[in-house]
């Protein structure tokens, strides 16, 4: 007899800019609304984390060691929007875990999605894991397209998660789900995408940007407390619509072991 497929409970959740004070000034209303938006937009990774709150309410640690998430942001969110969290399964074979998950705002636009799936076997890992980067010899430069050099491997970076760090995040998404908790609590998905923020923001000053997708693949989870090795590598740029992109290859090394890997797709240059 065939596995259920399992059904994930739909929820609701105020939209929190906690951003305001990064970097980047798109998480200020002043510098948005410049670019013609309505104020200052929420981050793509605490979307993310929304995203992925339903699913492992139901399927626990096991959906954030093993599976392949396909992320989309598709309009923005903003301070205080109600976002509806929406989990449809898309697979007929139980044993595969395959959803679509969609935040929808108030007015019932839909502003981001959320592909995941637990496929019969991992795509092999990619061969830029293994790429180590010289140490960087100068300061960061604010980005420009003539600076990114496509497949030149970034400075390897040690990436230490505090439980404080993580509980800083599980704080802002309000998620209350126990396997975060602890001293060796496995690191919030909201957490484990904003290091690939950081992962370009290391590498250049970026004065607003928008993060415009990701997709992950999840060999192992990650616990707060350890030391993760990240390897970062520049993969594609291109321009469309006036807005110039840049998508990074991120690998997060845990034991000697590849734990996760990234496609990290951004807009750098908005335009005007």
């Known amino acids: 007899m065939p596995a259920t497929i399992t059904s994930v409970a739909t929820q609701q959740i105020v939209a929190l800019n906690d951003a305001e004070a990064s970097e980047n000034r798109i ?24 995203l992925c709150q339903p699913l ?5 640690a096991q959906w954030l060691n093993r599976g392949v998430l396909d992320v989309l942001f598709l309009k923005p ?10 989990t449809e399964n898309v697979g007929a074979d139980a044993g595969e875990r395959r959803h679509q998950t969609s935040a929808v705002n108030a007015e019932g636009v839909q502003i981001a999605k959320l592909d995941s799936a637990l496929p019969a076997e991992l795509p092999p890992i990619h061969e830029l894991a293994h790429a180590v980067g010289e140490p960087a010899p100068t300061e960061r430069q604010e980005i420009a397209w003539n600076l990114i050099d496509i497949d030149r491997p970034a400075p390897v970076y040690i990436w230490n998660p505090s439980e404080q760090d993580n509980m800083e995040r599980v704080n802002a998404q309000r998620d209350h789900t126990s396997l975060y908790f602890g001293g060796n609590g496995l ?14 923001m ?17 060999r192992k989870a990650l ?14 740029k291109w321009e469309r619509k006036g807005h110039q992109f840049i998508k990074l290859y991120i690998a997060m090394w845990s034991d ?6 990234v496609e990290h797709s951004a807009i750098f240059r908005i335009a005007a």
């Open 187 to 200: 690191i919030h998905p909201y957490y484990l995408l904003d290091a690939c923020n950081k992962a370009l």
């Open 202 to 218: 290391r590498m250049f000053i970026l004065p607003a940007w928008i993060h415009t997708g990701s997709r992950i693949i999840l």
């Open 77 to 86: 969110a903003y301070q205080d929007d109600l976002l509806t969290i929406e």
């Open 56 to 60: 492992v309410r139901v399927y626990g």
């Open 27 to 50: 998480h200020r209303d002043d510098i948005a609304l410049k670019y013609g938006f309505s104020g200052a937009l929420v981050s793509g990774v605490n979307i993310f984390g929304y």
């Open 256 to 261: 000697d072991e590849v734990a996760v890997e």
């Open 223 to 236: 616990h707060a407390g350890q030391a993760i090795e990240i390897r970062t590598v520049p993969i594609e």
